[in-house]
């Protein structure tokens, strides 16, 4: 049991490294590996260019005119007709789900471990 607190606590604090606003793209490449020809070395290789130049990715994301409701219904979609495995689509969720309540827990203090 000590042993599964300890990698709970690893694995809570390399989450707690990562802001809030990288995980939609994190997510986002990571299911392109299922789509992208060559994933592994095209996603792998252009991936970092993401996080580098960030903000005028998200600027020029901003300038495109559709509405919010498309954007966000248009993600959802894509991603789950991307990921037909629903039990693996249900286990991701669930981990993302419980990953984020760890991470509000250390935040606080508090721990069930």
Do not use: C
Not at 69 to 78: D, E, M, Q, S
Not at 81 to 87: A, F, R, T
């Amino acid at each position: 049991m000590k042993r599964i607190t300890q990698f709970i606590d690893l694995y809570v604090s390399y989450l707690k490294r990562i802001p809030e606003r990288h995980y939609f793209p994190i997510f986002v490449i990571l299911s392109l590996y299922f789509v992208v020809p060559y994933s592994e070395f095209v996603v792998t290789a252009l991936a970092p260019l993401y996080f580098i130049f960030e903000k005028q990715v998200r600027w020029v994301a901003s300038k495109l005119p559709l509405p919010n409701y498309l954007r966000v219904g248009g993600a959802i979609i894509f991603f789950i007709v991307m990921m037909d495995d629903y039990l693996l689509y249900f286990a991701l969720i669930a981990l993302i789900a419980w990953s984020a309540k760890q991470v509000k827990k250390r935040k606080e203090g508090q721990s069930d471990w």
